[in-house]
């Protein structure tokens, strides 16, 4: 499954767009993993670093790798370096020890972009209130929500429970700067929360109005019986 999620972003700040691709049955024992294609005025075909899953599941036959289904580059913690940000909706906190029916509320991990970068995350992110099969990381955008002039990260959690309604779905925002911590600053949950809506499906980030300000666009293809819902909040 390489190039089941691709990105590209200046990881190493030399001015050119580096290349991520995600293959989330690649790297060690199929585990999954984010393939890195520095950029240049040549590209190699050979990835110049791989990022391995930190938590490979324990059983990938019954659990399946979800690591690297969702990428993206932004610089969120400012330091003018693009960062690597990947996507895991089927991982637990233990995931080599844990067993097939465990709850797996699923994890974003975050490698930090720099003159060379490594192959740990310096942050890792879980869902503040997690629940089985929540499925945190399954969308992921980027944009500087609330003006502080650095990119906030928003995380989707579309098949958590609100208000005992299964699967209706959850947006957690983590505000960007040097102090990114693995703590949400906002929750969004849907207006109306509606089981089986799995609002936070898709993300995206945007300024619609011009204002300069960007908006948070949330997909919730389940709403209504499956006619679905796209849900738009504006950048204050």
Do not use: C
């Not at 942050?123 to 650095?150: K, Q, V």
């Amino acid at each position: 499954q390489f190039g089941f999620a691709v990105a590209a972003g200046d990881v190493n700040k030399d001015g050119f767009a580096d290349v991520l691709i995600g293959a989330p049955f690649g790297g060690p024992n199929g585990a999954g993993a984010v393939y890195v294609f520095f950029g240049g005025r040549t590209l190699s075909s050979r990835p110049n670093l791989t990022l391995p899953n930190p938590h490979p599941p324990a059983d990938l036959d019954v659990m399946g790798s979800t690591f690297a289904s969702a990428l993206i580059a932004a610089d969120i913690n400012g330091d003018g370096y693009a960062d690597i940000i990947v996507g895991s909706p089927n991982t637990s906190e233990d995931s080599e020890d844990s067993q097939p029916d465990d709850p797996r509320p699923g994890r974003v991990y975050v490698y930090f972009g720099g003159p060379s970068v490594s192959n740990v995350p310096g942050l890792i992110l879980e869902d503040p209130t997690p629940r089985a099969a929540s499925a945190f990381g399954y969308a992921l955008a980027a944009g500087d929500l609330n003006g502080d002039g650095t990119a906030d990260l928003a995380v989707s959690a579309y098949q958590a429970v609100v208000d005992n309604r299964q699967r209706a779905g959850r947006v957690y925002v983590f505000y960007g700067g040097s102090a990114i911590g693995p703590n949400a600053n906002l929750i969004v949950d849907p207006p109306n929360p509606e089981a089986g809506a799995e609002f936070g499906a898709a993300l995206a980030i945007g300024d619609l109005n011009r204002d300069g300000k960007p908006d948070l666009i949330v997909g919730a293809p389940g709403f209504a019986r499956r006619a679905g819902r796209v849900i738009v909040y504006l950048g204050r």
